[in-house]
């Protein structure tokens, strides 16, 4: 069986440590929206489907859902305009 990798928080962030990670200038990128993007991922005929995968961190009950920076990085550069250079 596989496991998903053990998350460290160099590479892996809540959407709203992500959201921080992408803030830029007249670019509302919030965790909603990265929250979004992770839903529209999971749906199979979506042009974001399987980009943005997640992990549940270890926790108190389910524990925080974590998302790698540089999937969220490159969802945000198919999604918003103008964001081709991250």
């Given at each position: 069986?596989?496991h998903?990798?053990?998350?460290?928080?160099?590479?892996?962030?809540?959407?709203?440590?992500?959201?921080?990670?992408?803030?830029?200038?007249?670019?509302p990128i919030?965790?909603?929206?990265?929250?979004q993007?992770?839903?529209?991922?999971?749906?199979?005929?979506d042009?974001?489907?399987?980009?943005?995968?997640?992990?549940?961190g270890?926790?108190?009950?389910?524990g925080?859902?974590?998302?790698?920076?540089?999937?969220?990085?490159?969802?945000?550069?198919?999604?918003?305009?103008?964001?081709r250079?991250l």
């Open positions: 069986m596989l998903a990798p053990t998350p460290t928080w160099e590479e892996w962030g809540t959407a709203a440590a992500c959201a921080a990670a992408l803030a830029i200038p007249n670019r919030t965790a909603l929206v990265i929250r993007w992770a839903w529209r991922s999971r749906q199979p005929g042009r974001l489907a399987g980009l943005l995968p997640s992990v549940r270890k926790g108190p009950r389910t925080p859902t974590l998302y790698r920076f540089q999937d969220v990085a490159r969802v945000a550069q198919l999604t918003e305009p103008g964001l250079s």
